[in-house]
C-alpha cells in the first residue's frame, strides 16, 4: 500500500505527480507521450547535422576510429571540403555497431577467437540492437542512406517472466508478462477505486472528478461497476481460447492472481512505469544487421578514406599541426593533419601514448566502462513462436548472469532463429566472461531450458562477446559519476589544444548511437568554426 501514500494530500496535482500516474499506470510509453504533450520532450537533441559553410584554409583532418562517431566526423567533414583521414584498428568500419554472421570473427583478450557458425541469414546484433523512435541523429542517417528499417518488439505481454528466487505460489514458474500486467493493474485500480468510494481521496478530487475517476478505474483495470472488484479480464489471456462452434465456443477464462502471490514472487517489479527513457514497447532495427547503418556512412565517403587494420601508437600536436603515429602489417607510418577528432573509447585511449594535457588525463581517468556481455544461440526450431506463440520481446528474470532472454523481431514464422541468450553486466559480466565461449553457451542453455522445454534440443550453435574483453574496446560503454560529470566530463567537451573527442562516451546518451553521432556533429561545428577563423 506504500506506493499510495500521499493520495488525500490537499495541494492540486503537479505536473510530476500527473507524470508518475501516467508511468504507474500506462509504462514508459504512457509516460513519454505524456511528457511530450506537457513539452518535456525528451528525445535526443540534435535531429540533423550541423551545416558546415565555407571553406577552410586548414582543412586536413585526422579522424582516430571508424565506429559511428568516427563515421559521422568523417562524412559531414568531407561534404564541407576537409580531406579527411580514418585511422581503424579493427579491419572493418563500424566500431561497437556490429553484427555477427557466419564467418564473422572475433578475439577477446586472453581468449580463443570464434567465429560464428550461423547459417546463411541468421545473425545476432551483439553491439547495439535497438532504436528508439526519438533518436533523431541515428534515424537521420537511416533515412538518407536508405536503410530499410522494421520494428523490433521490445515489450510483448505475450512474453515470460521467470523468477526462482521469489517467494510464494508463483516463485520457480514460468507466467505470462500479460497476466501480471492486468492483475497488478487490476488490483491496484480496484484498491484505488474502493478508496476514492469510500472517501478517502475527497480532499485532492471533487465530486464530479472523483466519479470521472472511478469510471476510468473500471475501464482500465476491468473491475465489475457495482462492486468495483478485479476478478480477471481477457486481456489477461484465456485458460481455453475462442473458437467456433460450441466446443471451443467462447473458450474458459483465465484465473487471476492473487495480489500477495504476485508481491511475494517479485514479478511484479518487472511492471515499474518508469523505466530507462529509451525503452519503448516498439522500437526499430535495420533490416539484415546493426552493421548496415555504418556500413552505409562508409560507402558515402570518398574511396581510400578508411584506413583498416592500423593502429594508432603515439599523438603528438604542435601549435599548427597534429601528428599521429600508426603501425599497419608491422610497418610504421607517420600521418600528420591539421586538426584531429579521436573517437576511440577512452578506456582504450588511456593505454595509448596520446600527448594530452595532464588535465585531460585526469578528466579520462575518471570515466569508468560498462563490463558487458551477449551471447545469441542459433535455435533449429522457432519454438518460442511455434509453441508459445511469442513474437519478438524479451523474458525477464532475477538471474543476473543471464538476466533477459530477447526473441528476435525478424524472420518470423521461418524455420530457424537466433535469439539472445542472456545479456548482463557488471560483476556478473565479468564472471561470465572467464569461461570459455563453449561453457558461456553451457550456461545460457541450461538457464533457458527451465522456461522453454524445447530449448536444450533445439541448440545448435553460439556467438558471444565480452566487451569488456574486446581489445579496441575494454568495455560495452561510458559511465560517468554525478562528480565525474560536473567536473570531469566538461573538460573533455572542449578541445586539448587542435583535438577533439567523440563518441558516446561525450554525451547524455550513453551506450546508443545517437550519442555517437550528436557528439560528432558537436565536435565536427566546434573544429569547423575553429578552422573557419584561420
Known sequence: MGRFEGVGATRGPTRRYFLETLARMGGSAMLLAGMDALGFGIGSAMAAPPKLSGTPKRNKVIVLGAGNAGLASAYELTQAGYDVTVIEARGFPGGRAQTARKGFSLTELGGTTQTCDFDDGLYINHGPWRIPYHHHSTLHYTRKFGVPLELFNNDNDASFLYFGKGKGPLAGKVVRKGEVAADMLGHSSEILAKLARQGTLDGRLDAEDKERFIDFLVEFGGLSRKELSYSGTPGRGFLVEPGAGVNPGPGKPSTP???????????????????????????????????????????????????????????????????????????????????????????????????????FQAAMAKCAYAPVGKIGLQMKRRFWEEDHGIYGGHVFCDDPDINNIALPSTGWQGRKGVLLGYYNFGPNAAKISARSPADRAVLAVDYGQKIFPAYRESYESSFSVAWHRVKYNLGGWGMWSDEARATAYPVLCEPDGRIYLAGEHMSYIGGWQAGAFESAWQQVARLHARAMKG
Open 257 to 359: 492472481y492473487a495480489l500477495d502471490a504476485l508481491l511475494d514472487s517479485g514479478l511484479a517489479q518487472m511492471l515499474r512505469g518508469v523505466s530507462e527513457w529509451d525503452q519503448q514497447r516498439t522500437m526499430f532495427q535495420p533490416l539484415d544487421g546493426m552493421e548496415q547503418i555504418p556500413k552505409a556512412i562508409a560507402r558515402a565517403l570518398p574511396g581510400g578514406t578508411i584506413r583498416t587494420s592500423t593502429e594508432v601508437r603515439h599523438i603528438r600536436q604542435g601549435p599548427n599541426s597534429v601528428t599521429v603515429d600508426v603501425v599497419r602489417d608491422g610497418q610504421p607510418e607517420t600521418i600528420t593533419g591539421d586538426w584531429c577528432i579521436c573517437t576511440i573509447p577512452l578506456s582504450v585511449l588511456k593505454g595509448i601514448d596520446n600527448g594530452l594535457s595532464p588535465a
